[in-house]
């Protein structure tokens, strides 16, 4: 994983997690007999080991230390494959800086890519394929890789994914294009059973028990999420955690409830405006009406509520004050932008497992997708 770059999320909040893409992709190696080490070069300096093949996972903000890195491995001879976020929406430009791009989800193409690096060929671009939550390595298979790595730093260490896809397609949000429509989830009581292993083996180094959900919608299947909550209360898993949910997961005092007695004491949630017609504009479905209340819901249960909003708006910049944000109302001044005919721009080339992607149309609060699967495989 490239260093970053600047003064973000990461420093200011403090909130750093081991790499969880390349571990899953590590376990998915060496089941096909590959020997890996996880490198995060915000916590450790460049191995001077020569690799036979070099991956690194690319985001939009990390590109140019990730393209400058891919260079130097490939000026010494070292095959390069490059995938994650950005090279899935980009990737003829991600390919002019390595011998393979992944597009997508990689756990089932990695195999091939690998095998074609290490024989001297390669067919350039690679689709990757969603595949069920059972079929994603489970923590049990990359425990070890995190306790080889240099841990003092992580806040939290104890991270899992027990999700993958999101319901909603926000404008601005990269999920959908990468994880799907719709959500795939691992059964409840495997999803328990990592979570206390991730937590034993975070307490075997000595860390606190608190673990990061990296699901990007805990409200996605609500039914899912209560499973989950009743699978993590009976398995008696030691642990407080957190989660990204939509405002949905608010909403639902039972959920809210279950979740509390479960552990749950932080939800991020991406309420990005304050005005309706900013959300609108970015196919945002939250209602800034209930932003109140959810909060205060939360509150009650003794769950913290950290919140994203964005600035990138005129209106939000004008209606965002930090006194009034919970129960400001927009007025109806800006008339919304008509999403009638919104379309899912498809990445360069479009690559096969996007082949199914199509039109969008949103009409009042739901938005239909005709031809993206409504939902991945489970
Ligand atoms: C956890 C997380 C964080 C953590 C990071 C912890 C860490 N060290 O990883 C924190 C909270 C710090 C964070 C911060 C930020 N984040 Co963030 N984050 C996430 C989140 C929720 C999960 C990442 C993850 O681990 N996913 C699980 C893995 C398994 O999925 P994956 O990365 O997609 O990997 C798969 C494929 O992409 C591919 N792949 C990935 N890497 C590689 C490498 C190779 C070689 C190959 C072959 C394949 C491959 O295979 C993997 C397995 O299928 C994602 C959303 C998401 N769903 O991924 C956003 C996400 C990555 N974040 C995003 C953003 C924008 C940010 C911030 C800029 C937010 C901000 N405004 O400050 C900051 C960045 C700060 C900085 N300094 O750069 C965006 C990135 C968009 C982009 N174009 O790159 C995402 C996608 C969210 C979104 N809604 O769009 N983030
Ligand atoms: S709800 Fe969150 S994860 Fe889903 S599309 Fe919107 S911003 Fe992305």
């Not at 479960?262 to 209930?290: D, H, M």
Request: proline letters at 7%; glycine letters at 8%; one cysteine or more.
């Amino acid at each position: 994983m490239p260093a970053w770059a600047g003064v973000g999320l990461h420093q200011v909040f403090g909130h750093k997690m081991p790499p969880m893409a390349l571990l899953v992709l590590a376990a998915a190696a060496r089941r096909c007999g590959w020997r890996v080490r996880v490198v995060d070069l915000n916590e450790e300096p460049l191995p001077a080991e020569r690799p036979d093949v070099v991956g690194i996972t690319v985001w939009t903000m990390l590109a140019p230390q990730a393209y400058a890195l891919a260079d130097s491995y490939r000026a010494r001879g070292v095959p390069v494959v490059l995938g994650g976020v950005h090279p899935s929406l980009l990737p003829t430009e991600a390919l002019r800086h390595a011998d393979a791009v992944v597009v997508g989800e990689a756990e089932a193409i990695l195999p091939t890519v690998l095998e074609d690096l290490r024989d001297g060929r390669s067919a350039g671009l690679y689709n990757g394929e969603w595949l069920t939550m059972g079929a994603v390595p489970p923590a049990e298979e990359w425990l070890d890789l995190v306790g080889a790595m240099p841990l003092t730093r992580y806040i939290p260490l104890n991270t899992l994914q027990t999700t993958r896809g999101c319901r909603f397609n926000c404008d601005f949000c990269s999920v959908i294009r990468i994880n799907g429509r719709g959500s795939r989830h691992r059964a409840a009581t495997a999803a328990a059973a990592e979570m206390a292993a991730v937590v034993r083996s975070g307490q075997r180094l000595g860390t606190f028990a608190y673990t990061f959900l990296l699901d990007d919608d805990l409200a996605a299947d609500r039914e899912y999420t209560g499973q989950l909550c009743e699978a993590i209360l009976s398995a008696g898993v030691k642990t407080t955690w957190g989660a990204q949910a939509s405002i949905g997961f608010a909403n639902d005092p039972e959920l809210v409830d279950l979740a509390a007695r479960a552990g749950c004491r932080v939800v991020f949630t991406g309420f990005e405006s304050v005005s309706r017609e900013t959300l609108i504009e970015c196919n945002k479905k939250n209602r800034p009406s209930q932003f109140k209340e959810a909060v205060a819901r939360l509150h009650r249960h003794k769950i913290m509520s950290r919140g994203a909003s964005s600035s990138a708006s005129t209106t939000t910049r004008r209606r965002c004050s930090p006194r009034r944000w919970s129960s400001s109302r927009p007025s109806r001044s800006t008339p919304p932008t008509s999403r009638s005919s919104r379309r899912i721009p498809a990445p360069t080339p479009s690559p096969a497992w996007l082949g199914k992607a199509g039109s969008c149309t949103t009409t009042g609060a739901a938005t239909t997708c005709t031809t993206w699967p409504s939902s991945p495989p489970r």
